[in-house]
T-cell receptor, first 112, second 116 residues
Framework: DQQVKQNSPSLSVQEGRISILNCDYTNSMFDYFLWYKKYPAEGPTFLISISSIKDKNEDGRFTVFLNKSAKHLSLHIVPSQPGDSAVYFCAARMNRDDKIIFGKGTRLHILP | DTAVSQTPKYLVTQMGNDKSIKCEQNLGHDTMYWYKQDSKKFLKIMFSYNNKELIINETVPNRFSPKSPDKAHLNLHINSLELGDSAVYFC???????????????FGPGTRLTVL
């Protein structure tokens, strides 16, 4: 039972353009949504989060948008840089417990 | 200084053996976790400990036993290893229980376990 889904296993974007990574979820009880970035042979690193009561959170080149009615969130990276090439995990959690539910990840390739 | 460290990085062993993976965090965090990333790339929580007490225990076979000697360490012992245990295991830590908000979890580099 996949509560957090990332339907695109990979995405290629030209350097300097906008990267948009998508995520869908099924559980309307989630209170927070998070994005993690993972390089090969390293653990995931927290990137940005958004509370379920917000619809947008921005941090530098990274913006996360939340559409609760569609149970959809997206991560925008602009402009994309070579160092952004990594696997991006969408994740969600409820305030009542400490469990983070991860999606399967999307591999982002930034092309020169 | 590595915030969350795991040893070993790679572990290759035969079916039926017993093995341990160690995890240490130097962040002063109260909560530590073990995650498993299987061949399908799903990253799933196995256990969490807060101040040496078990908080989350997902439906993991009892061959897996976490041990927390102190709040900076959470080791994972696996008995009678099976082929299906082959995966990457990640340790993580966070400041609290996350009940007040999006408490960030910091991950270790992972341990790739291969059971032959």
């Amino acid at each position: 039972d996949q509560q957090v889904k990332q339907n695109s296993p990979s995405l290629s974007v030209q350097e300097g353009r906008i990267s948009i990574l998508n995520c869908d979820y099924t559980n309307s009880m989630f209170d927070y949504f998070l994005w993690y970035k993972k390089y090969p042979a390293e653990g995931p690193t927290f990137l940005i989060s958004i509370s379920s009561i917000k619809d947008k959170n921005e941090d530098g080149r990274f913006t996360v948008f939340l559409n609760k009615s569609a149970k959809h969130l997206s991560l925008h990276i602009v402009p994309s840089q070579p160092g952004d090439s990594a696997v991006y995990f969408c994740a969600a959690r409820m305030n009542r417990d400490d469990k983070i539910i991860f999606g399967k990840g999307t591999r982002l390739h930034i092309l020169p | 200084d590595t915030a969350v460290s795991q040893t070993p990085k790679y572990l290759v062993t035969q079916m039926g053996n017993d093995k341990s993976i160690k995890c240490e965090q130097n962040l002063g965090h109260d909560t530590m976790y073990w995650y498993k990333q299987d061949s399908k790339k799903f990253l799933k929580i196995m256990f969490s400990y807060n101040n040496k007490e078990l908080i989350i225990n997902e439906t993991v076979p009892n061959r897996f036993s976490p041990k927390s000697p102190d709040k900076a360490h959470l080791n994972l012992h696996i008995n009678s290893l099976e082929l299906g245990d082959s995966a990457v295991y990640f340790c993580a830590s966070s400041q609290g229980l996350g009940l007040a908000g999006a408490d960030t979890q910091y991950f270790g580099p992972g341990t790739r376990l291969t059971v032959l």
